[in-house]
């Protein structure tokens, strides 16, 4: 078959399915997101008072409208370690009381953040975020869409006073990590 037609075919195939280009590709972010926050489950340690027991299990928080939150629903339950994951996808806030060990917050709730801190002081929590100015702001890891790719950025200082460990081989892999510093004013 020519490029033409092989073309053509493909055209008229995502046409008829209803899915553009642009469809597919918006998929693939989200795919892309969710496998991100999975390996970041993988890729962190929690000291041990960061779960109510030895058998609690490994909470993922998607706090409002989180659209790859259905594809880390096809994970809930899996090991990580020897802890269960658990998807916990919530629009109320009182769901989150009891603790994340990952927290994601939706773009429709993002302006309750500075009560949601206030309100629920957790330790311990892997904040992962979409905006620019995430991890300036106290996050630990944003994720970015680049021109081509999905990518993350890190801030270790967060992550440490979170109590979080992160793997040498998850910042080999950041797009950039970064540290918080003060200026002397001296």
Do not use: H
């Not at 998607?62 to 790859?68: I, T």
């Amino acid at each position: 078959m020519s490029p033409l037609k092989t073309w053509l075919v493909m055209f008229f195939f995502c046409v008829f399915c209803g899915n553009t280009w642009a469809d597919i590709q918006q998929e693939k972010a989200l795919q892309a997101k969710a496998i991100f926050i999975y390996n970041f489950a993988n890729f962190v340690e929690w000291p041990d008072d960061a779960f109510l027991s030895t058998n609690s299990p490994l909470k993922v928080c998607l706090y409002g409208s989180v659209p790859f939150g259905i594809f880390l629903d096809a994970v809930n339950g899996t090991l990580i370690g020897q802890r269960q994951l658990m998807v916990v996808r919530t629009a109320n806030i009182e769901t989150l009381e009891d603790g994340c060990q990952i927290l994601f917050v939706g773009q429709d709730k993002r302006a309750q953040l500075p009560d949601f801190w206030s309100n629920i002081k957790y330790v311990y929590v892997l904040s992962v975020g979409e905006q620019e100015g995430f991890v300036d702001n106290g996050g630990v890891i944003n994720i970015l869409r680049t021109t081509d790719r999905v990518q993350f950025q890190i801030n270790i200082s967060n992550a440490l006073e979170q109590g979080l460990f992160l793997s040498s081989d998850l910042l080999s892999l950041a797009r950039e990590v970064k540290r918080n510093t003060t200026k002397n004013t001296e």
